[in-house]
């Protein structure tokens, strides 16, 4: 299957920093990307679609100035994490399909996130 | 009444045995039955996908989907301790956006 790589796979950060991920699509290009959070033994959530060259969709509860998420190119997109607090501690996952209906959707590694 | 149910489990069988993993959804739009495989600390990995009422198969795994019971299983034959994990449905609409279920954890045991 497709490779999508995340990076860093875990971080630690004081409260009031920044902390940025990224989420690159190996071996295909990517227009869509889409940005989770998984609380432990809990499902997926989506928090965004992020959309090549345009501004990423938020869902519902999801503070965008908070989660900013950049998609520079095909192959990268980002979620940077602002002023973070201890609660924003969780696990992100970005997923990104290869095809238009976003079947066979290929997901990352995660980035565990810790704020102290 | 939630948009997809899945149970947490954990699920403990012996190595070897037929596990059946279930859920049920009530929405008629999803077009699209996955089951993904998610190791400890790991993303989820997809085992397979299917848009049709039927049985898929794919070396021990089978993918069932029942729409008009609105019901997908996945059936794992000769069980091994390496697929203790979580296992995800998920259902994809005409939005391009996944709902995924809560997960069921499972632990085969040597």
């Known amino acids: 299957g497709a490779v999508v790589s995340q990076h860093p796979s875990w971080v630690i950060c004081k409260s009031g920093t920044s902390v940025k991920i990224e989420c690159r699509s190996l071996d295909f290009q990517a227009t869509t990307m889409f940005w989770y959070r998984q609380f432990p033994k809990q499902s997926l959530m989506l928090m965004a679609t992020s959309n090549e060259g345009s501004k990423a969709t938020y869902e519902q509860g999801v503070e965008k100035d908070k989660f900013l998420i950049n998609h520079a190119s095909l192959t990268l997109s980002t979620l940077t994490v602002t002023s973070a607090h201890p609660e924003d501690s969780s696990f992100y996952i970005c997923?990104?399909?290869?095809?238009?209906?976003?079947?066979?959707?290929?997901f990352g590694q995660g980035t565990r996130l810790t704020v102290v | 009444q939630k948009e997809v149910e899945q149970d947490p489990g954990p699920l403990s069988v012996p190595e070897g045995a037929i596990v059946s993993l279930n859920c049920t959804y009530s929405?008629?739009?999803?077009?699209?039955f996955m089951w993904y495989r998610q190791y400890s600390r790991k993303g989820p990995e997809l085992l397979m996908y299917?848009?049709?009422?039927g049985n898929k198969e794919d070396g021990r795994f089978t993918a069932q989907v029942d729409k008009s019971s609105k019901y997908i299983s996945l059936f794992i034959r000769d069980s091994q301790p390496s697929d203790s994990a979580t296992y995800l449905c998920?259902?994809?609409?005409?939005?391009?956006?996944?709902?995924f279920g809560t997960g069921t954890r499972l632990k085969v045991l040597a």
């Open positions: 299917t848009y049709s009422s």
């Open positions: 929405n008629s739009a999803f077009q699209y």
């Open positions: 998920a259902f994809l609409s005409g939005t391009y956006k996944y709902i």
């Open positions: 997923s990104a399909g290869q095809s238009f209906m976003n079947t066979e959707a290929f």
